[in-house]
């Protein structure tokens, strides 16, 4: 059975920082490209880091210079570091892992920049 779960969300000030994290399980994951996407309310899910097995990165342009998307293969886990929050950023963030038309997703993790 395969499983994507979500950590580290929550509520932080405008400028904070938060550290997601994605256990992964259930699937190789070191031959998988895993992403973070988020969807905030009224929004359809948007697409924030990629990083591809060879760990090969990119980023929407909203959340480039203050996001950083990193994996550990030995731990199974992919990680976001979201700098200087904002307020647009508020959202809930789900990982995915894909290879080929094979995809699985997370339950989310709800993320809010508030003052």
């Known amino acids: 059975q395969v499983q994507l779960v979500e950590s580290g969300g929550g509520l932080v000030q405008p400028g904070g920082s938060l550290r997601l994290s994605c256990k992964v399980s259930?699937?190789?994951?070191?031959?998988?490209?895993v992403s973070w996407h988020r969807q905030a309310p009224g929004k359809q899910r948007e697409p924030v880091a990629e990083?591809?097995?060879?760990?090969?990165?990119n980023y929407a342009d909203s959340v480039k210079g203050r996001f950083t998307i990193s994996r550990d293969n030995a731990k199974n886990t992919v990680y976001l570091q979201m700098n200087n929050l904002e307020p647009e950023d508020t959202a809930v963030y789900y990982c995915?892992?894909?290879?080929?038309?094979?995809?699985?997703w997370g339950q989310g993790t709800q993320v809010t920049v508030s003052s």
């Open positions: 990083i591809t097995f060879e760990r090969s990165i």
């Open positions: 995915k892992a894909a290879l080929g038309s094979g995809e699985y």
């Open positions: 259930g699937i190789i994951f070191g031959i998988y490209g």
